[in-house]
């Protein structure tokens, strides 16, 4: 069984055959293991395995082994807080872990602050949840505005102006938004066009028209995993031609593989070093993970598997028998600690995480290339 599924069906049996059960060290997830971004999420979530898996073997943390109870919110703002409240009230876990979605992490900060619970890694990089410093929100991933903001410069220096944007009328699709229009002023440029498509039923039937009739060079789009999909088969199938370019909530191997052949040269941001760049020890490490467990790495697991390490060190700083106060107040002890190749800080006054960005590739071969 693979590091993924083997998470997803010990979740599904704590929270279904053992709901009194709490593990030594209980760490909560909500998360769309179904819906929009499953195929992303469960990518992450098997590199977080691998990691949480290997601590494990070696006896856990201070002597006590971590247990993630994953909660599946279907990539549904209400249901990410309807469980986080199952698992921050009736499960009691320690720590909240790797959300996904900006309006579903933005949802529970409120819920956050009344219990005084850390949420370590959120796989969204809303400047939302950097700037002002959200007390209980630890990120890691860099903003998306940073990673927009490169996309359009790279363009700019090839001589690429005619640049559209496409993005999903939510708070997510706002922030990349913001990123994008600070980017072309940046670069002296103005947008092309901004169209934008429902969260909850996205249809480009005659989006996808639109844009092919405005000529684009280059159209960034913003949205999540099968939104994403279906909008850039759609407007290939309208003929557009230009060149293509998404975030890093989409790099993942299902990501390409729903693509099929119109993945092909699709230009996809990045927040962690390639998956393949082993003179990154961080890399190294969780390559030799995912070759003990058969599974092949991939930019998801990546973050995953990093996003794991930051909590376990935060876990084992926190002491025997943590609260979760002592992790919060562990985590922002942080200071310039080595990931491996990636050094990352917290203060009191900034839980920004990494500054790590840079652009991919995708190849004829399906791979995410550098």
Known sequence: ???????????????????????????????????????????????????????????????????????????????????????????????????????????????LDEF???????????????????????????????????????????????????????????????GALAGFKDNKLDALFVEKFDRAQPDFSTLAPSVAKQNPQAVLIFGTGSAVVDGIKAMRAAGVTGQIVTLSNNASGGFVKALGSASRGVVVTQVFPSERAVTFPLVREATALAQQAKVELTPAMVEGYTNAKVLVEGLRRAGPNPTRASLHNALETFKKFDLGGLTLSYTAEDHSGLDFSDLSIIGPDGYFRR
């Open 1 to 111: 069984m693979n590091a993924w599924k083997f998470l997803i069906a010990a979740s599904v049996l704590l929270a279904g055959l053992l709901p009194g059960a709490h593990a030594q060290l209980l760490i909560g997830q909500t998360v769309g293991v179904s819906g929009s971004a499953a195929a992303t999420v469960k990518e992450s979530m098997g590199g977080a395995q691998l990691y949480f898996d290997a601590v494990n073997a070696r006896g856990g943390v201070n002597g006590q082994k971590i247990e993630v109870l994953t909660l599946d919110d279907k990539f549904d703002p209400k249901l990410t807080l309807s469980n986080a409240r199952t698992l921050i009230v009736d499960k009691g876990v320690l720590a909240l872990f790797m959300t996904r979605g900006t309006p579903h992490t933005v949802g529970i900060i409120p819920l």
């Open 116 to 178: 005084g619970v850390p949420l370590v890694g959120p796989s969204t990089g809303a400047m939302v949840l950097h700037e002002p410093v959200k007390r209980n929100i630890f990120n890691v991933r860099a903003p998306y505005q940073r990673e927009v903001k490169k996309a359009i410069t790279h363009l700019a220096t090839l001589g690429v102006q005619r640049i559209g944007v496409v993005h999903v009328d939510d708070t997510f699709g706002a922030d990349a938004l913001a």
